[in-house]
């Protein structure tokens, strides 16, 4: 699953291992990513902003970083399907 994560002015685009489900917390209204690692599952939350883009610079839980595009200011998700959609440019 690729992500588009909005943070710091910019936006991440972060690919998630197969079998990454996304959900909204019910108490805390925050977007939890359920990420099947080494047999667990590991719950990344969307706040703070920089822990997904850590974790996506450093290689942790399979997450990696595809790209940087510049962005309004944010810090929310965007779940992009594996292949772009060709009407809509990347």
Not at 61 to 75: K, Q, T
């Amino acid at each position: 699953m690729l992500v588009r994560h909005h943070y710091g002015g910019q936006v991440f685009v972060v690919q998630f291992p197969d079998g990454t489900r996304a959900y909204r917390a019910r108490l805390t209204g925050m977007t939890v990513l359920s990420v099947p690692w080494e047999g667990r599952v590991v719950p990344l939350f969307d706040e703070p902003g920089e822990l997904i883009v850590q974790l996506a610079e450093a290689g942790s839980y399979g997450l990696r970083l595809m790209e940087v595009e510049p962005s309004g200011a944010g810090g929310c998700l965007d779940q992009k399907p594996d292949r772009p959609n060709p009407i809509e440019p990347r």
